[in-house]
């Protein structure tokens, strides 16, 4: 079974260009999960699909972040425009639809650099 | 307001010997927990969990102690390996009305095994 993918891995972009993050849950996975790890700080929750539908979007930073997830399978997190204070390592992961457990398997992460 | 706390930023150990790594959380609304390993360039890896129903759970050289008057888990790796070297993450959600929500993390404790 594939695991959670990312794309890209890296990317460097300056102050106030657009970047598009993608994610690919593990087939089945029907809770997709997006999270933020700014240099030196915790992991943090973005925000939280139940398949196509955002289920709790409370950790998104501000109105320039938007994520999408059309027809429930993978997902987009879009930065626009992006400043400096968005660089860090954003993750994805999924986890089943399923009874009452909550292990979230995670993506390698893309690592955004605004300059 | 950090709700989930590693206050050991590293934690050395002899390989052999039994790691123990703490957590403390303050949220109690949080009863599902996790602890998640990571390798430098690489996303978090779910290691175990455990609900707070229980106050064990055993995989292998993990275990985690679940302490709920306490609001304090640990986890237990024996015997402690050269592999087991990475940044431990404690984690914790709770089940709102959607199902299992984004999880908290707390910052992470370096684990370093020595030969």
């Known amino acids: 079974e594939a695991g959670v993918t990312q794309f890209p891995s890296h990317s460097v972009i300056e102050k106030g260009q657009t970047v598009t993050l993608r994610c690919d849950p593990i087939?089945?996975?029907?809770?997709l999960y997006w999270y933020r790890r700014v240099m030196g700080k915790e992991i943090k929750f973005l925000l939280h699909f139940v398949k196509e539908s955002k289920q709790d979007e409370s950790g998104m930073p501000n109105n320039r972040f938007l994520a999408e997830r059309t027809g429930g399978t993978y997902s987009t997190l879009k930065v626009q425009p992006a400043e400096l204070e968005d660089s860090g390592v954003y993750f994805c992961?999924?986890?089943?639809?399923?009874?009452?457990?909550?292990?979230?398997?995670f993506g390698p992460g893309t690592r955004l650099t605004v300059l | 307001d950090q709700q989930v706390k590693q206050n050991s930023p590293s934690l050395s150990v002899q390989e052999g010997r039994i790691s123990i790594l703490n957590c403390d959380y303050t949220n109690s609304m949080f009863d599902y927990f996790l602890w998640y390993k990571k390798y430098p360039a690489e996303g978090p890896t779910f290691l175990i969990s455990?609900?707070?129903?229980?106050d064990k759970n055993e995989d292998g050289r993990f275990t985690v102690f679940l302490n709920k008057s306490a609001k304090h888990l640990s986890l237990h790796i024996v015997p402690s390996q050269p592999g087991d070297s990475a940044v431990y993450f404690c984690a914790a959600s709770g089940f709102s009305g959607g199902g299992a929500d984004g999880l908290t993390f707390g910052k992470g404790t370096h684990l370093i095994i020595q030969p």
């Open positions: 992961a999924s986890s089943r639809l399923a009874g009452y457990s909550n292990e979230q398997f």
């Open positions: 455990i609900s707070s129903i229980k």
């Open positions: 087939s089945g996975h029907d809770n």
